[in-house]
């Protein structure tokens, strides 16, 4: 496996927390503590514009399938809802009155889900943006969500450590994974349905079956906070990053330890915290809060 850093966005002026593509292709979008939406050209490796501002710190990005709109969540609680089409911020969901750490669309139900930092998460109809129903998963901060790729289950990553697991079709709990000893801050399923794989604020990785929700393996994978995870759109690897800096792709057949990007390894990366990474293709794109996005061409 060969990396190269293919290119550096640069623009934010305080730290970014999250990344998304677009269904657009070659667009990427950022957020941070800056209170701008910004919109880059991966083709060009360039800003493009600041989408829209926002009132408080963008924490989720979310763009659903087939619906020409762009979801952010806030720090302040709100979801600013951006049109395509209108150009412009058509509406904001007003229902949180805390932070929104995660937003993802079930794409068969025309269904947004937004988690908050006060244990509930929020289902809206993406269609109307009415409000259908608020579930109270936990008593503490739900950082992150996972769907499966057969949207059959969706996962929560909660701040009590816990991991829950529900149906979609009518959102009954099927399972609690507890393993962590710390929040779980990052949680993926892998392409076939088989896995789901958690990082955690313990620095520790680790693997889910989702036949039997046993945990099959605990990867002591970086040296603080994993703070996001990502699995290759159709190859068996996954990637890692942490607020020690540093990016690992690991196997998704035996969990091996294929390659470290860091400053120490002697690439030119994030000098803090990385914060989110996502795939596009064979290309990995990082943020981190030293203001910065980084595009690695992965070669396998």
Not at 233 to 243: D, G, K
């Amino acid at each position: 496996m060969v990396v190269k850093k293919k290119g550096e966005l640069i623009g934010h002026n305080n730290p970014i927390f999250t990344l998304e593509l677009s269904n657009k292709p070659e667009i990427l979008f950022s957020g941070g503590n800056d209170k701008g939406l910004v919109e880059w050209s991966l083709k060009r490796n360039e800003f493009i514009k600041i989408l829209f501002p926002v009132q408080s710190s963008i924490y989720a990005i979310h763009c659903p399938v087939l619906y020409p709109l762009i979801f952010a969540g806030l720090r302040n609680g709100d979801i600013v809802v951006y049109s395509f089409i209108d150009q412009k911020i058509i509406t904001i969901l007003k229902h949180h009155n805390t932070p929104v750490f995660d937003i993802k669309s079930i794409k068969h139900k025309n269904e947004l889900i937004a988690t908050a930092e006060d244990g509930t998460i929020s289902i809206w109809d993406i269609k109307n943006l009415t409000l259908l129903h608020t579930i109270i998963l936990s008593k503490d901060t739900i950082r992150c969500i996972a769907i499966s790729p057969d949207e059959k289950l969706i996962a929560f990553g909660c701040r009590d450590t816990k991991i829950k697991v529900y149906k979609t079709t009518d959102f009954s709990l099927l399972k609690t994974l507890e393993g962590h000893s710390l929040p779980v801050f990052s949680i993926q399923f892998s392409h076939n349905n088989e896995y789901l794989i958690s990082g955690g604020r313990d620095a520790q990785v680790k693997v889910w079956d989702m036949f039997t929700y046993i945990e099959i393996i605990n990867i002591p994978a970086h040296l603080f906070a994993v703070n996001s995870i990502a699995v290759h759109p159709y190859l068996p690897y996954f990637a890692t990053a942490s607020m020690d800096k540093s990016i690992k792709i690991w196997s998704l057949e035996d969990f091996k330890l294929y390659k470290t990007i860091n400053l120490e390894k002697g690439y030119l990366g994030h000098r803090l915290s990385i914060n989110k990474i996502v795939w596009k293709d064979n290309d990995l794109i990082s943020t981190s809060d030293d203001k910065s996005i980084i595009i690695w061409e992965i070669i396998i």
